[in-house]
């Protein structure tokens, strides 16, 4: 992912330079790169070419980077960490932030409708459809409005699980579903895939959640404990630190158990479901 953002975010020896350099910092070296790994464990399941797996996989990350750093912004979250380094808007300015994360929504999509990336152009418009709809109100953006209005409202179990499944697990979702399209299975070929995106996005997020309560920032490279600060209501405080650990492992164990169909060619996928658990970032 680094050499991708390398090549791609050049700096230019014009006034855009501050620009180039604010995504840059918020691109590379960092992160867990979760959801291009998720495009490239799935790929792999139909031997599908690297370098254009790498070009969907970098698109995924421009989503969600973008996402980050508007995120991150004094008008949402108000954060001055992210991947252990200061967020854009601090190390720059909230103008050039904004501009960051606009720029890094419309390289997504440019690199998707790019037939390098892939030269059958109904699948690259189906990828295009897959992470425009895991992005916008119907997904990631919808959830962050949601958290949002997290601060205000008391939300119940099932409020929280959509709330999640939109804000974390749209752009998990997407990332098994673009390895799948560029693999050519069938949308009624998917349904494992989807399953095991499902669960594991949800387990995903539990986990992030007993993080935020029991982290280490030092390790997390981020500020934790904002939840409860805000009084938001998350699958933790809902469930109870017992019941949310046994609840994301029995996810856990469910997504693996959709890839009863694939052998060992869908490893990759199951190390990245129990990965969720142990983590400490």
Same mark, same amino acid.
């Given at each position: 992912?680094d050499?991708q953002f390398?090549?791609l975010?050049?700096?230019?020896?014009d006034?855009?330079?501050?620009?180039y350099?604010?995504?840059?910092?918020?691109?590379?070296g960092g992160?867990?790169?979760l959801?291009p790994?998720?495009?490239?464990a799935?790929?792999?399941?139909?031997?599908?070419?690297k370098?254009?797996?790498?070009?969907?996989?970098?698109?995924?990350e421009c989503?969600?980077?973008?996402?980050?750093i508007?995120?991150?912004?004094?008008?949402?979250d108000?954060d001055?960490?992210?991947r252990?380094?200061?967020t854009v808007?601090?190390?720059?300015d909230?103008a050039?932030?904004?501009l960051?994360?606009d720029c890094?929504h419309?390289?997504a999509?440019e690199i998707?409708?790019?037939?390098a990336?892939?030269?059958?152009?109904?699948?690259r418009v189906?990828l295009?459809?897959?992470?425009s709809?895991a992005s916008?109100p119907s997904?990631?953006?919808g959830?962050q409005?949601m958290?949002l209005?997290?601060?205000k409202?008391?939300?119940?179990?099932?409020?929280?699980?959509r709330?999640?499944?939109?804000?974390?697990g749209?752009?998990? %979702?997407?990332a098994?579903?673009?390895g799948a399209?560029? @693999?050519?299975?069938?949308? /009624?070929g998917?349904?494992? *895939?989807r $399953?095991?995106?499902r669960?594991?996005?949800?387990?995903?997020?539990?986990a992030?959640?007993?993080l935020?309560?029991?982290?280490?920032? %030092?390790?997390?490279?981020?500020?934790?404990?904002?939840? @409860?600060a805000?009084g938001k /209501?998350?699958?933790?405080? *809902?469930? $109870?630190?017992?019941?949310?650990?046994?609840?994301a492992?029995?996810l856990v164990?469910?997504?693996?158990?959709?890839?009863?169909s694939y052998?060992?060619?869908?490893?990759l996928?199951r190390?990245?479901a129990?990965?969720?658990? /142990?983590?400490?970032?």
């Amino acid at each position: 992912m680094d050499r991708q953002f390398d090549r791609l975010l050049a700096i230019p020896s014009d006034p855009r330079e501050g620009l180039y350099r604010a995504m840059r910092h918020a691109t590379i070296g960092g992160g867990k790169r979760l959801r291009p790994l998720l495009v490239f464990a799935t790929a792999q399941l139909f031997a599908v070419d690297k370098a254009c797996t790498a070009r969907v996989a970098t698109a995924l990350e421009c989503i969600h980077v973008y996402s980050l750093i508007h995120d991150d912004l004094p008008a949402m979250d108000d954060d001055d960490l992210r991947r252990g380094k200061p967020t854009v808007h601090c190390a720059f300015d909230e103008a050039t932030a904004i501009l960051a994360g606009d720029c890094l929504h419309a390289l997504a999509f440019e690199i998707l409708a790019d037939e390098a990336t892939y030269l059958d152009p109904f699948a690259r418009v189906e990828l295009i459809a897959s992470l425009s709809h895991a992005s916008g109100p119907s997904g990631m953006a919808g959830g962050q409005m949601m958290d949002l209005e997290a601060e205000k409202a008391s939300f119940d179990l099932p409020t929280v699980t959509r709330l999640q499944a939109m804000k974390t697990g749209a752009l998990i %979702a997407c990332a098994v579903e673009c390895g799948a399209i560029l @693999g050519r299975v069938p949308p /009624e070929g998917r349904t494992g *895939l989807r $399953g095991y995106a499902r669960d594991m996005g949800l387990a995903f997020q539990i986990a992030d959640d007993i993080l935020d309560a029991e982290g280490d920032e %030092a390790l997390a490279g981020k500020k934790l404990r904002k939840d @409860g600060a805000a009084g938001k /209501e998350t699958f933790l405080s *809902l469930l $109870g630190l017992e019941r949310a650990k046994e609840q994301a492992a029995l996810l856990v164990d469910q997504a693996i158990e959709h890839l009863k169909s694939y052998g060992p060619e869908a490893d990759l996928l199951r190390d990245i479901a129990r990965y969720t658990l /142990e983590r400490d970032r």
